[in-house]
């Protein structure tokens, strides 16, 4: 099993910026991709960034395009998602995910793990 601990969020004035992490422990060697997620009130998951560790690929949602990046460690034990500019509208519970098949798809019903969530607020 592949386990994955999220940290970081909180409550952010509009404009600011926030980073979470996503730590993955046992068998790692299972996920090809991770992504990041988030559900707003009363909507559907959504996808918002992924990336293959083996072909480098990624896939970014427009709505998060140019103000959330996704990074990852040396060690492919760590991902971080970097949010900047935020807006209210970015406001939900942000997941992490991991996959084990190769597609860096941003459907989240194509992945195999997730974190536990962590809240992000975004209000003035």
């Known amino acids: 099993e592949v386990q994955l601990v999220q940290s970081g969020g909180g409550s952010v004035e509009p404009g600011g910026s926030l980073r979470l992490s996503c730590v993955a422990s046992?068998?790692?060697?299972?996920?090809?991709?991770m992504g990041w997620f988030r559900q707003a009130p009363g909507k559907e998951r959504e996808g918002l960034l992924s990336?293959?560790?083996?072909?480098?690929?990624?896939a970014s949602a427009d709505s998060v395009k140019g103000r959330f990046t996704m990074s990852h460690d040396n060690a492919k034990t760590t991902v971080y998602l970097q949010m900047n500019s935020l807006k209210p509208e970015d406001t939900g519970i942000y997941y992490c995910?991991?996959?084990?098949?190769?597609?860096?798809?941003?459907?989240?019903?194509?992945?195999?793990?997730w974190g536990q969530g962590t809240q992000v607020t975004v209000s003035s």
């Open positions: 990336y293959n560790w083996y072909t480098k690929f990624s």
């Open positions: 995910a991991g996959r084990m098949g190769a597609g860096a798809t941003l459907a989240p019903g194509s992945y195999d793990y």
């Open positions: 046992g068998m790692t060697g299972r996920v090809v991709v």
